[in-house]
């Protein structure tokens, strides 16, 4: 029985010796096969000597704005690109309006247009007044009614003028006379022109020069817009036109209230086209104290 007993206790610990081995032969194997298998494979390597190189010509470096330079270091402020408004400074912008009631006419027989540039002094219109209370031009009686005036004030300053060289007349009665015939004149030849203004569409320079009063453009510039046409009726204070003037010109810029304190406002700004390059002409302008604008929709000031 004991002999029995330890023979028992060999095989089996033989087997589990067996067990053992083959346990540890199957954990092994996969380690060795992963082992063994690279993690990349490159095919058709190239080395390095046998890439492909490119060398540009001297133009074509220049055509391509390819350049070398030395690498400095060096302070670059900080810059917030906008877009802008020019406009033209307070003061600078006009709009002419009639004197008196009147018919508008283009000056020199040409008609101004929106855009075009006028000198300080040229006239844009004239101006041809209307008696009070009267809505129409060029009424045949009145220019025989003025000529009949002109014509009886223009013997009466020649008989007084007759007199004084006759020792028989006073020097006051030939200046009144004198001052009777100017004022007669000008009803006359406003008479005509008035005429001539309803019946012609080419009235007499001369005439319409010496019955009508120069709208001129009270400074160098451009007209901005024109509000009426010629040949039109306006009654006192009507807005004709409006220039602006070109020298100089405010750039107005609209700056968010979250970026207004990164702004320095006592350095220059530079000035470009749309769609200009960074380093392309550009130029410099001052900072000036002007009245304070905000946009609460857009949130700029």
Same mark, same amino acid.
């Given at each position: 029985?004991?002999?029995?007993?330890?023979?028992?206790?060999?095989?089996?610990?033989?087997?589990?010796?067996?067990?053992?081995?083959?346990?540890?032969?199957?954990?092994?194997?996969?380690?060795?096969?992963?082992?063994?298998?690279?993690?990349?494979?490159?095919?058709?390597?190239?080395?390095?000597?046998?890439?492909?190189?490119?060398?540009?010509?001297?133009?074509?470096?220049?055509?391509?704005?390819?350049?070398?330079?030395?690498?400095?270091?060096?302070?670059?402020?900080? $810059?917030?690109?906008?877009?802008?408004?020019?406009?033209?400074?307070?003061?600078?912008?006009?709009?002419?309006?009639?004197?008196?009631?009147?018919?508008?006419?283009?000056?020199?027989?040409?008609?101004?247009?929106?855009?075009?540039?006028?000198?300080?002094?040229?006239?844009?219109?004239?101006?041809?007044?209307?008696?009070?209370?009267?809505?129409?031009?060029?009424?045949?009686?009145? +220019?025989?009614?003025?000529?009949?005036?002109?014509?009886?004030?223009?013997?009466?300053?020649?008989?007084?003028?007759?007199?004084?060289? *006759?020792?028989?007349?006073?020097?006051?009665?030939?200046?009144?006379?004198?001052?009777?015939?100017?004022?007669?004149?000008? $009803?006359?030849?406003?008479?005509?022109?008035?005429?001539?203004?309803?019946?012609?569409?080419?009235?007499?320079? *001369?005439?319409?020069?010496?019955?009508?009063?120069?709208?001129?453009?009270?400074? *160098?510039?451009?007209?901005?817009?024109?509000?009426?046409?010629?040949?039109?009726?306006?009654?006192?204070?009507? $807005?004709?036109?409006?220039?602006?003037?070109?020298?100089? +010109?405010?750039?107005?810029?609209?700056?968010?209230?979250?970026?207004?304190?990164?702004? *320095?406002?006592?350095?220059?700004?530079?000035?470009?086209?749309?769609?200009?390059?960074?380093?392309?002409?550009?130029?410099?302008?001052?900072?000036?104290?002007?009245?304070?604008?905000?946009?609460?929709? $857009?949130?700029?000031?």
């Amino acid at each position: 029985m004991n002999k029995h007993h330890i023979f028992r206790k060999l095989a089996g610990l033989f087997a589990l010796c067996i067990l053992l081995a083959s346990t540890w032969s199957c954990s092994k194997e996969p380690k060795a096969a992963a082992g063994n298998t690279p993690p990349a494979k490159v095919q058709n390597g190239v080395k390095e000597s046998a890439l492909t190189t490119v060398t540009l010509s001297p133009q074509a470096e220049q055509r391509l704005g390819v350049e070398t330079v030395i690498v400095e270091r060096r302070k670059l402020p900080r $810059a917030l690109e906008l877009g802008g408004e020019i406009i033209a400074p307070p003061g600078r912008e006009v709009t002419i309006a009639a004197p008196v009631a009147g018919v508008v006419l283009a000056a020199n027989g040409t008609e101004p247009q929106a855009g075009m540039t006028v000198r300080k002094g040229q006239a844009v219109f004239r101006l041809l007044p209307l008696p009070a209370g009267q809505d129409f031009i060029g009424a045949p009686e009145e +220019v025989a009614l003025k000529k009949t005036q002109y014509r009886v004030t223009l013997a009466k300053a020649e008989r007084a003028r007759q007199l004084l060289q *006759d020792k028989a007349g006073s020097e006051k009665a030939l200046q009144e006379a004198q001052a009777e015939l100017a004022i007669a004149e000008a $009803a006359y030849k406003s008479a005509e022109a008035r005429l001539q203004l309803s019946n012609s569409h080419n009235p007499d320079s *001369d005439i319409i020069a010496h019955s009508t009063m120069a709208l001129a453009a009270p400074f *160098d510039g451009v007209v901005q817009h024109i509000d009426v046409a010629p040949r039109q009726n306006v009654a006192a204070g009507t $807005a004709l036109f409006q220039i602006a003037s070109q020298n100089p +010109v405010w750039v107005r810029t609209p700056v968010y209230v979250g970026d207004l304190s990164s702004v *320095d406002r006592q350095q220059p700004a530079r000035i470009s086209s749309f769609g200009a390059a960074k380093d392309g002409a550009a130029f410099e302008a001052q900072p000036v104290q002007g009245p304070t604008l905000s946009d609460a929709n $857009a949130a700029s000031t």
